[in-house]
């Protein structure tokens, strides 16, 4: 019962970082505070609960140690919260959720549960394929209450709600969880007080103003949920719909408050897939900021068709000094192919302009190997990055990320998916990993889109303009961070095999 000595759930982030990132990870990407895992745990705080937080990215265990330290802990349930550092990256984590369960499972018989995206995405595969005890479809919060109170023995396993489970050697589902509709009230703030906040680092571009002030981070979410289609995106797997809801600028600027005055945090990043959206939501918890004085230096989402001049200086006022603007494609044709949005190459152009001219640095992100795009489209959207020369550039693959409609379509067509077939496995999922295995096109192979990103990613951090534009607004020491990250050129198996 809550209350008990016993620690009723751990919540725990597997280590994936050096199988995702390969060489960037020791360096130049980020360790992000467990988002999902702190608000779980302050969730079940509050109701009496023991709980704790293992998150072996910080700690820089490995899968053996993670086990070993689950092992140790005894708890009632081990929650594996399986998300990434962006809204599609759960599906990559899934190889170090996995091995480090299957360690566990060697010597112990505590129950597991399976959180995030990718298995709220895949709930019936990841009972049948992994191994973990249960699998949670939708947000958490509830079924891991339920669950726990289940294995307390206050409770029937068939009254969990959102839990996937097997008996007598069959699967069950059970109903739906209710999706939290007072994210304020329910989910009220992370339980930031069972991690080590010193353990944590921001992406090196957040802190190109400053290279030595990456640990004092933390990632806050004010949002829950798109209320965009674009099929590309599994960001409403766990959420249902596409609906977005908010928290309170009140409860975020409670949170801020907590993290800048207990913990020392100045730079936050805003993990939700569009923070610049709703008015209210955006100009009430800026204010909220600005009246404090806080130096902060905070990052968000947003998109072409959603940045208002109204934003901007509010924006730059309260601390957002980057914004990541999701450009995908310099083709409306190829754009429109994933519902990504009605905006003309000019709305482009100048929406980058206005969020620079109000001092805010863009983060731009591209795809390539969208299902229309040939090899003159990518070059076209290449030579619009370079064109545009911004602070920074996010180069991606298309990828049908389980729970995106893209997968859906991927899986009728019969299209190479990295779990079918020879191919790798989750670990495909992911952009910088050895195995990575892109969707092919029409007229272009995985292996001709991948390489083609590769090549567009040193071609633009290496281009003597932005090296000149990075040194006079920032310094030549960012300068030289980043032709040591640009040494670090990706391994592919693609490529390895054909040496």
Same mark, same amino acid.
């Given at each position: 019962?809550?209350?008990?000595?016993?620690?009723?759930?751990?919540? #725990?982030?597997?280590?994936?970082? #050096?199988?995702?990132?390969? *060489?960037?990870?020791?360096?130049?990407?980020?360790?992000?505070?467990?988002?999902?895992?702190?608000?779980?745990?302050?969730?079940?705080?509050?109701?009496?609960?023991?709980?704790?937080?293992?998150?072996?990215? &910080?700690?820089?265990?490995?899968?053996?140690?993670?086990?070993?330290?689950?092992?140790?802990?005894?708890?009632?349930?081990?929650?594996?919260?399986?998300?990434?550092?962006?809204?599609?990256?759960?599906?990559?984590?899934?190889?170090?959720?996995?091995?480090?369960?299957? &360690?566990?499972?060697?010597?112990?018989?505590?129950?597991?549960? $399976?959180?995030?995206?990718?298995?709220?995405?895949?709930?019936?595969?990841?009972?049948?394929?992994?191994?973990?005890?249960?699998?949670?479809?939708?947000?958490?919060?509830?079924?891991?209450?339920?669950?726990?109170? /289940?294995?307390?023995?206050?409770?029937?396993?068939?009254?969990?709600?959102?839990?996937?489970?097997?008996?007598?050697?069959?699967?069950?589902?059970?109903?739906?969880?209710?999706?939290?509709?007072?994210?304020?009230?329910?989910?009220?703030?992370?339980?930031?007080?069972?991690?080590?906040?010193?353990?944590?680092?921001?992406?090196?571009?957040?802190?190109?103003?400053?290279?030595?002030?990456?640990?004092?981070?933390? +990632?806050?979410?004010? +949002?829950?949920?798109?209320?965009?289609?674009? +099929?590309?995106?599994?960001?409403?797997?766990?959420?249902?719909?596409?609906?977005?809801?908010?928290?309170?600028?009140?409860?975020?600027?409670?949170?801020?408050?907590?993290?800048?005055?207990?913990?020392? #945090?100045?730079?936050?990043?805003?993990?939700?897939?569009?923070?610049?959206?709703?008015?209210?939501?955006?100009?009430?918890?800026?204010?909220?900021?600005?009246?404090?004085?806080?130096?902060?230096?905070?990052?968000?989402?947003?998109?072409?068709?959603?940045?208002?001049?109204?934003?901007?200086?509010?924006?730059?006022?309260?601390?957002?000094?980057?914004?990541?603007?999701?450009?995908?494609?310099?083709? +409306?044709?190829?754009?429109?192919?994933?519902?990504?949005?009605?905006?003309?190459?000019?709305?482009?152009?100048?929406?980058?302009?206005?969020?620079?001219?109000? *001092?805010?640095?863009?983060? $731009?992100?591209?795809?390539? *190997?969208?299902?229309?795009?040939?090899?003159?489209?990518?070059?076209?959207?290449?030579?619009? &990055?370079?064109?545009?020369?911004?602070?920074?550039?996010?180069?991606?693959?298309?990828?049908?990320?389980?729970?995106?409609?893209?997968?859906?379509?991927?899986?009728?067509?019969?299209?190479?998916?990295?779990?079918?077939?020879? *191919?790798?496995?989750?670990?495909?999922?992911?952009?910088?990993?050895?195995?990575?295995?892109?969707?092919?096109?029409? @007229?272009? @192979?995985?292996?001709?889109?991948?390489?083609?990103?590769?090549?567009?990613?040193?071609?633009?951090?290496?281009?003597?303009?932005?090296?000149?534009?990075?040194?006079?607004?920032?310094?030549?020491?960012?300068?030289? /961070?980043?032709?040591?990250?640009?040494?670090?050129?990706?391994?592919?198996?693609?490529?390895?095999?054909?040496?």
């Amino acid at each position: 019962m809550p209350g008990s000595s016993k620690l009723d759930a751990l919540f #725990v982030t597997p280590p994936s970082r #050096v199988q995702v990132y390969q *060489g960037l990870h020791s360096e130049f990407a980020a360790i992000e505070p467990p988002v999902w895992s702190g608000l779980m745990a302050e969730f079940m705080g509050r109701r009496g609960f023991e709980v704790a937080i293992l998150d072996a990215e &910080a700690e820089g265990l490995t899968h053996e140690q993670t086990a070993e330290e689950i092992a140790r802990r005894e708890p009632r349930l081990a929650v594996f919260s399986i998300y990434g550092q962006q809204p599609s990256a759960s599906t990559q984590c899934m190889p170090g959720a996995a091995k480090t369960c299957r &360690a566990l499972n060697d010597n112990s018989d505590i129950p597991t549960l $399976a959180l995030g995206t990718h298995p709220s995405a895949l709930p019936k595969r990841t009972l049948e394929e992994e191994p973990f005890t249960y699998v949670c479809e939708g947000e958490g919060p509830y079924t891991v209450l339920g669950l726990t109170e /289940h294995l307390q023995g206050n409770a029937h396993i068939d009254r969990v709600p959102g839990l996937w489970y097997r008996d007598d050697g069959s699967i069950h589902r059970n109903l739906p969880a209710t999706k939290i509709r007072d994210l304020s009230e329910e989910l009220p703030r992370q339980a930031w007080q069972l991690l080590d906040m010193s353990k944590y680092r921001a992406h090196n571009w957040h802190c190109f103003h400053d290279l030595s002030s990456r640990e004092r981070y933390a +990632s806050l979410q004010t +949002s829950l949920g798109c209320p965009y289609k674009c +099929s590309f995106c599994c960001i409403n797997a766990p959420f249902g719909g596409n609906g977005i809801r908010f928290w309170s600028p009140e409860n975020i600027i409670g949170q801020i408050d907590e993290l800048v005055r207990g913990y020392g #945090v100045k730079n936050i990043k805003i993990p939700d897939e569009m923070f610049v959206l709703n008015k209210r939501h955006v100009m009430g918890l800026c204010d909220l900021i600005m009246e404090r004085g806080y130096d902060l230096n905070i990052w968000a989402y947003a998109r072409i068709d959603t940045v208002q001049d109204q934003f901007l200086d509010k924006l730059k006022g309260a601390g957002f000094n980057w914004l990541g603007l999701g450009i995908e494609s310099a083709s +409306s044709y190829v754009r429109d192919g994933v519902t990504k949005g009605n905006f003309a190459d000019a709305d482009i152009e100048t929406t980058v302009k206005r969020i620079r001219d109000a *001092g805010i640095n863009v983060g $731009a992100n591209y795809i390539f *190997g969208l299902p229309d795009d040939t090899f003159e489209s990518m070059q076209e959207t290449l030579d619009m &990055a370079m064109g545009f020369n911004t602070e920074w550039a996010n180069f991606y693959c298309a990828m049908a990320y389980p729970g995106s409609e893209l997968h859906g379509l991927a899986s009728q067509n019969g299209w190479a998916l990295p779990e079918n077939g020879d *191919g790798p496995g989750w670990i495909g999922y992911s952009q910088h990993a050895y195995d990575c295995l892109p969707l092919p096109t029409d @007229s272009l @192979s995985a292996q001709e889109v991948l390489d083609f990103r590769d090549n567009a990613f040193n071609a633009y951090f290496r281009n003597p303009e932005y090296l000149s534009m990075i040194g006079q607004k920032f310094s030549l020491e960012v300068v030289e /961070h980043i032709g040591r990250m640009t040494s670090h050129n990706l391994n592919r198996r693609h490529r390895a095999e054909a040496a």
